[in-house]
């Protein structure tokens, strides 16, 4: 199964979606502008994850962009917009679009499925942030990672603030978001930023299997482990396990906890000598 949507009538497709074995590939498709996002392309983004995330039969999502790059961030088309616009509308017109963004991250990272970002080129900026959303990332031995928001003279707006620290400590966070400075894979990987590197012939096929493996067991207690685990880092130790006996309760009643414990007791047991 393949399903594609459409930026406006008549243009090619910025967003592409191929779905197979229950894996979803969500394809980032501007390779003229190596794949930097726009209006457009968030609107599509948002629509595929939502697709993606209410399809029972999907059981994991890879990420990954065509040609190049993975993602260089946003597209400099809006940062020549901002520049246009008149002093009374340039905070509005900047807000108004990072709604759409922070969407686009929210169903990326809250989504109850294991996601892994398959990093085929450099991830920049809004790049970076869309691969620290993902719960994995995988990267091409080819490819780099940059912060690139401060010495532009902003600061990382999709995420990168909350995801960055959890991945690689808050000091060396600051130090790569501070400078800015460009990131090899094979630096990502001591650093804790990718969790894999592998020759680009093999991202996709290493990206497919780990998904296929991470996506293994009940879709159930998948997404409500994956939904207390995302919020560990701010709750009590108290907290962390009154959600986990209320996930358990709830795991309690579905058919993969019942086939599964049925199987179980039902396996013929060596008797003790």
Same mark, same amino acid.
């Given at each position: 199964?393949?399903?594609? @949507?459409?930026?406006?009538?008549?243009?090619?497709?910025?967003?592409?979606?191929?779905?197979?074995?229950?894996?979803?590939?969500?394809?980032?498709?501007?390779?003229?502008?190596?794949?930097?996002? %726009?209006?457009? &392309?968030?609107?599509?983004?948002?629509?595929? +994850?939502?697709?993606?995330?209410?399809? %029972?039969?999907?059981?994991?999502?890879?990420?990954?962009?065509?040609?190049?790059? !993975?993602?260089?961030?946003?597209?400099?088309?809006?940062?020549?917009?901002?520049?246009? #616009?008149?002093?009374?509308?340039?905070? !509005?017109?900047?807000?108004?679009?990072?709604?759409? @963004?922070?969407?686009? $991250?929210? /169903?990326?990272?809250?989504?109850?499925?294991?996601? $892994?970002?398959?990093?085929?080129?450099? #991830?920049?900026?809004?790049?970076?942030?869309?691969?620290?959303?993902?719960?994995?990332?995988?990267?091409?031995?080819?490819?780099?990672?940059? &912060?690139? !928001?401060?010495?532009?003279?902003?600061?990382?707006?999709?995420?990168?603030l909350y995801f960055l620290p959890r991945r690689v400590g808050l000091a060396q966070a600051k130090e790569l978001i501070f400078s800015g400075r460009r990131v090899a894979a094979s630096e990502a990987l001591q650093l804790g930023l990718v969790d894999h590197?592998?020759?680009?012939?093999? +991202?996709? *096929?290493?990206?497919?299997?780990?998904?296929?493996? &991470?996506?293994?067991?009940?879709? #159930?207690?998948?997404?409500?482990?994956?939904?207390?685990?995302?919020? /560990?880092? =701010?709750?009590? =130790? =108290?907290?962390?396990?009154?959600?986990?006996?209320?996930?358990?309760?709830?795991?309690?009643? @579905?058919? =993969?906890?019942? *086939?599964?414990?049925? #199987? !179980?007791?039902?396996?013929?047991?060596?008797?003790?000598?």
């Open positions: 199964m393949v399903r594609s @949507t459409r930026r406006r009538k008549g243009a090619s497709t910025a967003i592409e979606l191929a779905v197979k074995g229950g894996i979803a590939t969500v394809t980032l498709n501007r390779p003229e502008v190596r794949n930097a996002i %726009d209006d457009g &392309m968030r609107a599509e983004l948002v629509e595929v +994850l939502d697709y993606v995330s209410r399809d %029972d039969e999907l059981r994991a999502l890879v990420l990954t962009g065509n040609g190049s790059a !993975f993602c260089s961030g946003g597209d400099i088309a809006r940062m020549q917009d901002r520049l246009k #616009a008149p002093r009374g509308k340039v905070a !509005f017109n900047g807000w108004n679009p990072h709604k759409r @963004t922070h969407q686009v $991250i929210t /169903s990326l990272h809250g989504m109850g499925k294991p996601k $892994i970002a398959a990093v085929n080129g450099a #991830a920049a900026g809004l790049g970076c942030d869309l691969a620290l959303a993902c719960d994995f990332i995988l990267a091409a031995d080819t490819t780099s990672f940059s &912060m690139s !928001f401060i010495p532009r003279g902003v600061v990382p707006d999709g995420g990168g590197v592998c020759a680009p012939d093999r +991202l996709m *096929d290493e990206a497919r299997g780990m998904a296929q493996q &991470m996506s293994k067991g009940s879709p #159930a207690a998948l997404a409500l482990a994956k939904a207390i685990l995302d919020k /560990s880092y =701010e709750l009590t =130790e =108290e907290q962390v396990l009154a959600l986990g006996r209320q996930a358990q309760a709830i795991c309690y009643t @579905t058919t =993969e906890h019942r *086939d599964a414990a049925k #199987a !179980f007791l039902d396996k013929p047991r060596k008797k003790a000598k």
